[in-house]
């Protein structure tokens, strides 16, 4: 059996692979272009290919296929053999530099916001070098880009590229003005912790909501559910083990970092969680996670569900993103150090994404929107969809000194002690965790907690990054163009965080008192998709993108299109799905159960000449005035789905979804959850809450 350390990265194509493989002018030619972003030329392409191809033959590979991300939130890919025919009658295995650097799929079957019209099918993906080829299965798999035929952006990967060479050439800036000559670039990174629920697959093929929408649309919490607080980070359950025991060894095979795992706080919800790495390569391995997590659950007659919200009442699931940034020279640019008072780095950086949250909370906010993800922001253990900063009370204290002109009490970090005699005391941590802050400071790095579990990571680092950029530029516009460099970065910092410092709260993200609190700061509280999506394509919004070539104004208008149709679509399918099982399978059966009820009480008079059965006559009569409620329900959400369906444009018709579609499922769900709890177990036509939820064991 294998060692860790042999699985690890074995089905990469990665610098070990390439050192050893490649010409020593070729691994220096391909380094280049991908720690210095310089044109690869065709013939070292070739070279790689060849040895790609050799590479990837030897670990079984047939097939290779340009691996990308399409506006769909999920990966795509088309497989092509290596082989080709030789007049003989026999096969050559050809991989040439051509077809490792482009692709040629179909661009019109991809959500494109209109940048193409059906009838124009043409678009490429081109390779990117910075993220290692890998082989899953029999196939090569070459991560890419993916643009139209026009150049436009069609996918995920792309801008998040340009916002972190976006990011880079100003934080360069920066530190040239604090003497460092010898960074050559600057990353973010990311450590994104994925949270998902695994459920009895047997379950899951019984409810069309589940199929349909990967959420329960009907449902009443059980009897017992994450009350106890007894599943997080309890014993992990052996078949839950197996499949996880599985899906390490997987990921470290594709050189995934998967570091961390356990049980999380709702019943049947877990959680993974890698080391961090470069931000387009984290996105690129939470994409692989996803897939995985999906694909060998099944192996295991388990189903893993990556909707934020697919139960009602209890906690729902979020990714947290680790958001750093890190020198091609190891050093973490957001690492307070022992001092954090007197590292004016630090300080600009840290003043930097505080200004960057504030001015395009906005654009933080429409990154992490969608459908599923409104039900989760605000819910438990998810933070609420207004946008602030959490600092602790450490960096708050500073922040207060600096503001307010007064001298900082750097004493020494207290002690804690645990009352133990054979432990010894340790330093209590700078600040403490905030699960309740959307952007919250964890000691060299931001957490991000607004990010949907289902969604890529690319569009929140997208927005965190380019945002970042604007700052960081302002400041090295001022800070160039100055006489006095100290006296003007202390002056810079001092006003910034003054005019920012409404986006700093430390409190209780879920207290109403917040919201409104919120609202007297001028923060924004964008509750929903429909509300937040607008806000891409504002002016600010939209100059910010084009300042730094993340995205042209006919690109981030594309992802508004996208955004809202997925809005509205996902919508449209869960109220279908619902109307298909109130008419279906509900009210059918609460008829039948109605009708031996009613048959009960006409056995009892047969009997005894009178009806003595008041538990008979009350259930019945709530039963039939339920079902009749039920019944004018469906009529309504029928014709609320058919009203919205029909308004053209697709804002209006977002906030037709979000005002009318809405309400009617939520009343047509009420009235069901109603009639669940009086029906016999043996009419109901779906598995429980409590079936779903502990029917892994």
């Given at each position: 059996m294998a060692t860790l350390k042999e699985l690890f990265g074995s089905m990469v194509f990665n610098d070990c692979e390439m050192r050893q493989r490649l010409p020593k002018e070729t691994y220096k030619a391909l380094k280049k272009t991908i720690d210095e972003g310089a044109p690869l030329d065709i013939s070292v392409a070739n070279v790689v290919a060849n040895a790609m191809k050799e590479w990837a033959i030897e670990k079984g590979a047939t097939h290779f296929t340009?691996?990308?991300?399409?506006?769909?939130?999920?990966?795509?890919e088309k497989?092509?053999?290596?082989?080709?025919?030789?007049?003989?009658?026999?096969?050559?295995?050809?991989?040439?530099?051509?077809?490792?650097?482009r692709g040629e799929p179909d661009a019109s079957s991809f959500p494109s916001g209109g940048i193409r019209a059906t009838f124009e099918a043409r678009g490429y993906t081109v390779w990117d070098p910075t993220s290692a080829a890998f082989v899953k299965g029999t196939t090569l798999y070459i991560p890419t880009a993916f643009c139209s035929y026009t150049g436009e952006a069609l996918d995920l990967k792309t801008p998040l590229l340009r916002s972190m060479g976006a990011l880079s050439k100003q934080a360069v800036r920066i530190l040239r003005l604090f003497g460092n000559d010898t960074v050559k670039s600057v990353k973010s990174t990311c450590g994104p912790e994925q949270e998902y629920f695994l459920i009895d697959k047997d379950m899951y093929l019984k409810r069309k909501d589940l199929i349909y929408t990967g959420r329960t649309l009907f449902g009443n919490k059980p009897p017992k559910g994450q009350e106890m607080e007894d599943q997080y980070f309890t014993s992990i359950k052996s078949r839950v083990a197996a499949f996880m025991e599985e899906l390490n060894a997987e990921l470290w095979k594709l050189g995934v970092l998967a570091k961390t795992e356990h049980n999380e706080v709702a019943p049947a919800q877990h959680e993974i969680a890698p080391v961090f790495t470069s931000t387009n390569i984290a996105a690129d391995h939470n994409q692989l996670t996803m897939e995985l997590l999906q694909r060998i659950a099944k192996k295991y007659d388990m189903i893993c569900l990556l909707?934020?919200?697919?139960?009602?009442?209890?906690?729902?699931?979020?990714?947290?993103?680790?958001?750093?940034?890190?020198?091609?020279?190891?050093?973490?640019?957001?690492?307070?150090?022992?001092?954090?008072?007197d590292n004016a780095q630090f300080l600009l950086f840290l003043t930097a994404v505080i200004k960057a949250v504030d001015e395009y909370q906005d654009l933080l906010r429409a990154s992490v929107a969608s459908a599923a993800n409104d039900h989760r922001l605000g819910a438990n253990e998810a933070p609420p969809a207004i946008v602030s900063v959490f600092l602790g009370e450490e960096l708050t204290a500073i922040v207060d000194a600096i503001t307010n002109g007064t001298s900082y009490d750097a004493s020494p970090r207290t002690m804690m002690q645990i009352g133990v005699d054979v432990l010894p005391p340790f330093p209590k941590d700078a600040t403490d965790r905030n699960r309740t802050s959307p952007f919250a400071f964890t000691g060299n790095k931001f957490e991000f907690r607004m990010v949907g579990s289902s969604m890529s990571i690319s569009e929140a680092n997208v927005a965190i990054n380019t945002a970042v950029a604007e700052a960081l530029r302002e400041f090295a516009d001022r800070l160039e163009k100055a006489e006095d460099f100290q006296a003007e970065l202390q002056a810079l910092i001092r006003e910034t965080l003054k005019k920012h410092k409404r986006i700093i709260f430390n409190g209780n993200g879920y207290d109403e008192e917040w919201v409104a609190e919120a609202e007297k700061r001028g923060l924004l509280n964008l509750r929903t998709t429909a509300d937040a999506v607008p806000y891409l394509i504002s002016e600010k919004n939209i100059r910010l993108m084009a300042t730094h070539g993340v995205f042209t104004e006919t690109e981030i208008r594309a992802r508004y299109e996208v955004s809202l149709e997925k809005y509205c679509k996902t919508l449209s399918i869960e109220a279908l799905t619902m109307l298909d099982m109130a008419k279906k399978d509900i009210l059918p059966a609460v008829s039948a159960y109605a009708k031996e009820l009613a048959e009960t009480l006409s056995a009892k008079k047969a009997v005894s000449g009178e009806v003595d059965a008041s538990f008979e006559t009350e259930l019945l009569t709530e039963i039939s005035?339920?079902?009749?409620?039920?019944?004018?329900?469906?009529?309504?959400?029928?014709?609320?789905?058919?009203?919205?369906?029909?308004?053209?444009?697709?804002?209006?018709?977002?906030?037709?979804?979000?005002?009318?579609?809405?309400?009617?499922?939520?009343?047509?769900?009420?009235?069901?959850?109603?009639?669940?709890?009086?029906?016999?177990?043996?009419?109901?036509?779906?598995?429980?809450?409590?079936?779903?939820?502990?029917?892994?064991?």
């Open positions: 340009h691996w990308f991300q399409p506006m769909t939130g999920i990966t795509a497989h092509d053999c290596f082989i080709s025919p030789m007049n003989d009658g026999r096969i050559l295995l050809e991989f040439s530099g051509s077809e490792l650097v909707h934020e919200k697919p139960f009602e009442g209890i906690n729902g699931s979020g990714k947290h993103n680790n958001w750093s940034l890190a020198t091609d020279t190891g050093v973490n640019l957001l690492d307070p150090g022992k001092t954090p008072h005035a339920l079902t009749a409620t039920l019944h004018g329900n469906v009529k309504a959400l029928e014709k609320a789905v058919e009203a919205a369906e029909a308004v053209p444009e697709i804002g209006e018709r977002s906030m037709a979804f979000k005002d009318t579609v809405i309400p009617a499922m939520e009343a047509l769900r009420e009235t069901a959850d109603k009639l669940e709890l009086i029906t016999a177990k043996k009419y109901w036509p779906f598995p429980t809450y409590g079936d779903l939820l502990f029917s892994v064991i």
